[in-house]
């Protein structure tokens, strides 16, 4: 590191040879200390239920879109003595510590014009410490948020057309108060003709500078904007008792031309909404949607608005990808479930305080659900889509090594081990999509048995009415338990829902197996087949280099070998990250290649041999495979009452 730092000085030396000029004395001489502050550091003040006194003024200045800087100026009214300034740590939706702080640069702050220096706290870098010096009423407060330039760490949020604001990641807020109770007085702004949506209420509109309503830190911190040089806002529920929008930003003008055929499926997905809970939860929605190929990809849930991103051509496509179709009847479900509804142990007092994730099978995992059922009951999806979409939720789950030392419900602790980040061995670590995808499946199996034991009287839907629908038109969170759940789903079907919930959520072992009892009780049963119907190739995107259920990876374009299922036959084999496909017998090597020999060793005894590489080494692989190409769907059981037909068809009240 001294040879480093050395090296770097003469060539930093070198290239600005008037640097050298400065006499030592100068060059020495340090920055000011706040050496009134004493060491150890006093401790954060933990969060109390009282009012801060005054009102904090933030701007959010989102115009240096070349630089990608978003710059912020806060007015924070103070009195003399010990403060810290906290930055928000655990990021509501993220369920995990994901503030940015890496990315907080040019922290300032003065008061009556003089210069007051802050000291980091040494434990959690996200606090500063400040002492605020007699007379001083208000200080104020500036820094810069570099926001990023690509996705490879955080997501693009500024392009040259598209501004997203997430407030969370943009104000320092003052410790020992929960955040329902320090009031901000926001601003912005913005490129010049640019407009917004956001769930704030615009008090003025004075050239590029919109000023809003004053808002509790907790709303504002869930009130995200996106501004746009290409905007347009669609009334989607016209007449409606609160209003809802569909807030469109794009790369270009056409990619926000939203057809009339498409805004009656997103009025239609509200109406569903309204009818499968019976109330709302919020004052106003925004549904912000961003058509972008720039901006980074998002799908986050709001209390009062969602933020959701989607391709350029998403309204123009004649099929749009069906996850995009998914997305916004999921994102809107959370205003319910998450937002309103919210699990006790999320139910925190400000945003530094540790979340707990006990309950995300619930919270995700039936907002998984219920996004699912509402897609075709709203006319976003098909019922053959919805179908095609849940056999691959099954195959996943019954082909998941993983159960064998890890229980759903611990993977419920995922975010905390570290934000999505990647793992080489998907299959056998499971993560994040678990508590979505896997408990989707729990909530189809807990629908079915309702509706089969109450001969069709009684659904899941009856429990989603009287769970999330009560308190009409209230949008402060009401915290819920596991002990709530299950006196739910008993006040809707007497059960030992206790042992039915426990039993799937904590199986674990060798023995363990996928929760699919709720398929066969809806009339379906899980299968494979070798030949996919067009509907299944586009739902199945990425089927012609899918080999999970055959030999167990797959392939990307440059024939490199990926997702390799721990414990299958490639795994067996010795293959892992890093090898490429080069040839398939005597035949170099593709993914039509591949195909053809596992159509041809179906019933046959000649073994699939495969030639791999990685780096300089080769190796003959021998596969004594003969099952054949195999892609999941689903089929009908003779006889049964076909229960998905009742559960994804629209409500007519």
Do not use: C
């Not at 003469?10 to 060059?27: D, F, G, H």
């Not at 006790?344 to 945003?351: F, G, I, R």
């Not at 509402?374 to 993983?402: D, H, K, M």
Request: net charge negative; hydrophobic share 40%; glycine share 8%.
């Amino acid at each position: 590191m001294i040879r480093t730092a050395a090296l770097a000085l003469l060539l930093t030396s070198a290239a600005l040879p008037a640097m050298a000029q400065v006499p030592a004395s100068q060059a020495q001489t340090p920055l000011p200390a706040p050496t009134s502050l004493p060491r150890p550091l006093p401790p954060i003040p933990a969060p109390q239920d009282r009012d801060y006194p005054g009102v904090i003024a933030i701007r959010a200045d989102l115009t240096d879109l070349d630089h990608k800087v978003i710059r912020v100026r806060q007015t924070i009214p103070v009195s003399a003595g010990h403060l810290v300034l906290q930055y928000p740590k655990f990021i509501p939706g993220n369920h995990a510590d994901t503030g940015p702080i890496q990315l907080v640069s040019g922290v300032t702050v003065t008061g009556n014009g003089q210069r007051i220096e802050w000291l980091r706290d040494t434990v959690d870098p996200h606090a500063f410490h400040l002492d605020i010096p007699a007379g001083v009423g208000e200080i104020e407060v500036a820094f810069e948020w570099l926001t990023q330039p690509d996705n490879a760490v955080w997501r693009v949020v500024m392009t040259q057309e598209i501004v997203n604001l997430q407030w969370e990641k943009a104000l320092l807020y003052p410790a020992g108060y929960n955040h329902d109770r320090i009031m901000f007085s926001p601003s912005v702004v913005l490129p010049t003709g640019w407009n917004y949506g956001v769930a704030l209420d615009t008090v003025s509109r004075e050239g590029d500078v919109a000023t809003f309503a004053p808002i509790s830190l907790e709303h504002l911190a869930d009130s995200p904007m996106f501004a746009g040089k290409y905007y347009r806002r669609i009334d989607i529920d016209p007449g409606g008792r609160s209003p809802v929008h569909l807030n469109l930003v794009g790369d270009t003008a056409a990619s926000i031309n939203a057809s009339p055929e498409w805004i009656d499926k997103y009025e239609s997905l509200v109406d569903q909404a309204d009818r499968l809970f019976g109330a709302r939860h919020y004052d106003r929605y925004e549904f912000l949607l961003g058509l972008s190929s720039k901006l980074g990809g998002i799908g986050l849930e709001h209390h009062r608005s969602s933020e959701n991103t989607a391709a350029p051509s998403y309204f123009s496509s004649a099929t749009p990808d069906y996850g995009t179709r998914n997305l916004l009847p999921h994102e809107y479900v959370h205003s319910w479930n998450g937002k309103f509804r919210r699990p006790s142990d999320e139910y925190v007092q400000n945003l530094n305080v540790p979340t707990q994730n006990s309950l995300m099978w619930v919270y995700e995992g039936q907002t998984e659900y219920w996004g699912d059922v509402l897609t075709p009951r709203s006319g976003l999806g098909t019922v053959e889509e919805a179908v095609i979409n849940l056999a691959e939720v099954a195959a996943f789950y019954e082909n998941q090594p993983g159960r064998a030392w890890r229980a759903l419900q611990d993977t419920n602790n995922h975010n905390l081990l570290g934000y999505r980040t990647t793992n080489p061995w998907p299959s056998w670590m499971r993560g994040t999509g678990d508590y979505y995808r896997e408990a989707l499946l729990i909530w189809l199996d807990a629908d079915t048995l309702i509706r089969e034991q109450t001969n069709e009287r009684k659904s899941l839907d009856d429990f989603a009415k009287a769970f999330f629908g009560v308190e009409d038109g209230v949008w402060e969170a009401r915290p819920y338990t596991f002990e709530d759940v299950v006196a739910h789903l008993n006040a809707v079907h007497p059960h030992d829902w206790t042992t039915f919930l426990r039993s799937r959520l904590d199986a674990v072992g060798p023995e363990a197996r996928a929760p699919l009892e709720g398929l066969a009780r809806a009339g379906w049963r899980l299968t494979y087949v070798d030949t996919l119907t067009p509907v299944e190739k586009r739902m199945q995107s990425g089927w012609a280099t899918d080999f999970q259920y055959s030999l167990g990876f797959n392939l990307n374009s440059a024939n490199r070998i990926t997702g390799v299922l721990w414990g299958g036959p490639a795994f067996q084999q010795g293959l892992g990250a890093g090898w490429d496909l080069v040839a398939v017998g005597d035949r170099t090597a593709s993914a039509e290649v591949l195909r053809d020999a596992i159509t041809a060793a179906k019933g046959a005894s000649e073994p699939i041999v495969l030639v791999v590489k990685r780096g300089d080494e080769f190796r003959t692989l021998s596969f004594d495979y003969h099952g054949g190409l195999r892609y999941p769907r689903l089929e009908r059981i003779e006889g049964a009452r076909d229960r998905l037909a009742d559960i994804f068809a629209p409500r007519r009240r």
